[in-house]
């Protein structure tokens, strides 16, 4: 590795910079909007959350 890519290296460029992945939840029975801590759907109980990529 030359002192050029190192350098470019600590700097971060040419890394696959898009570790923030916006995720959308909601609950695939009623549609309601969760967090990503949910693990049940608080209006109808559901354990069934749709991780939607936007
Ligand atoms: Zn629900």
């Known amino acids: 590795m030359s002192v050029f890519d190192e350098l470019l290296d600590k700097i ?18 009623c549609g309601t909007t969760l967090s990503r801590r949910d693990r049940a759907c608080p209006s ?9 990529p936007l």
Request: hydrophobic share 25%; aromatic share 4%; charged share 35%.
């Open 44 to 52: 109808c109980g559901s354990e069934e959350v749709a991780a939607i």
């Open 12 to 29: 971060g460029i040419g890394r696959e910079s898009t570790e923030r992945t916006a995720v959308h939840y909601e609950c695939r029975r």
